[in-house]
Structures are given as C-alpha cells and as structure tokens.
C-alpha cells in the first residue's frame, strides 16, 4: 500500500509557503484599513489653539477670525462677572480657568439652528460676534461653584449674571 502524503493545510501547525503568502496579504490589508481608519479620524478632530490667557483653548470655524478679539472679550466677561456675581472673586476668577471655547462661523447661531450658544462640561459654543460669551461663562460658574444646570436661568438675577451679562453687552456693542 502506498503512503500518500496530505497537505500542509490539512496538517496541524504546518502551513505551505503559499498559505504563509495568503495570511501576509491579510494581515497587511487590515493594518492599512486600520491605519487609513485611524488617519480619518485623527484628521478630523478638534484643533483647539491655546489663548495663552488663564488655560483657555479655542477653535473658531472662520480662519479669519480673530483671536485678540476673543482674548478682549473674554477679559471684559471675567471682569463682569468677578465684579457682579455673588460669590468672592477668587472662587469666581478660580473656576473660570482651562475651559475650551469653540466659535461658530455663524454670526447669530452657534451649534444647532435656533441656539445663540450652550455650554457642555468644559466647552463654550458661541457664535462669531461672542454675543452669548458671558452667558455661557455663568453657565459654566453655575456648574463648577454650584454644581447645579439653570436651563431655566431662574437665579440668573440672584447670582448677578443678568448685570454681568449687561456690562459685557455694552461693552460689545460699544463703538470700538
């Protein structure tokens, strides 16, 4: 009786040259995919600049928008607020560090249409003009002293946030 000899496949831990030539082609297509898919995403993350003013960073959609507008108004806010909100200005100046600030390239909306702004945890969304920047700053005080969300802005008043938010306001609308 002849001895027939069976194929590397068929053999455990043994593989031919070509299946060695097939599992190579496989794995170095699926690290490409993963690579490409890694790229894709990487790519299209959040470049956030840093302001160089008490750890704030910011991305603005508009490249011509300008940062020394942004640094100017975000004094004037943290001046508004120490100076009308009703906690001591150390807690207030203390909790308006290292947050991010992303401007839309809308003048009147920011983020989702019929929104002039919002707040999420530690980021700002605010339209190009920065009409709702000291408002999203109170939200942010509210969170990070209170621990609590104000939808509905009802100690708005109370905390100072209104006069604050007038005093900013003014000086935006100010002739410059």
Known sequence: MPIERE???????????????????????????????????????????????????????????????????????????????????????????QFKVYVFADDVNAGVPGRSGYQSGNILGVNRKLTTLCHEMGHLLHERIEKIVDYDHTRWMSDGFERAERVYSDWLHAPK
């Open 7 to 97: 194929s590397g496949l068929n053999l455990p831990n043994v593989m031919t040259p070509g299946a060695w030539v097939l599992l190579s082609v496989a794995l170095v297509a699926v690290l490409i995919g993963v690579g490409f898919i890694l790229y894709r995403v990487w790519s299209k993350r959040v470049k956030w600049v840093d302001l160089n003013f008490r750890g704030v960073q910011y991305f603005a959609q508009d490249s011509e928008f300008s940062a020394d507008f942004l640094a100017k108004a975000f004094t004037v806010a943290v001046n508004a607020l120490v100076a009308n909100a009703r906690w001591p200005a150390s807690v207030v100046e203390r909790a308006l560090l």
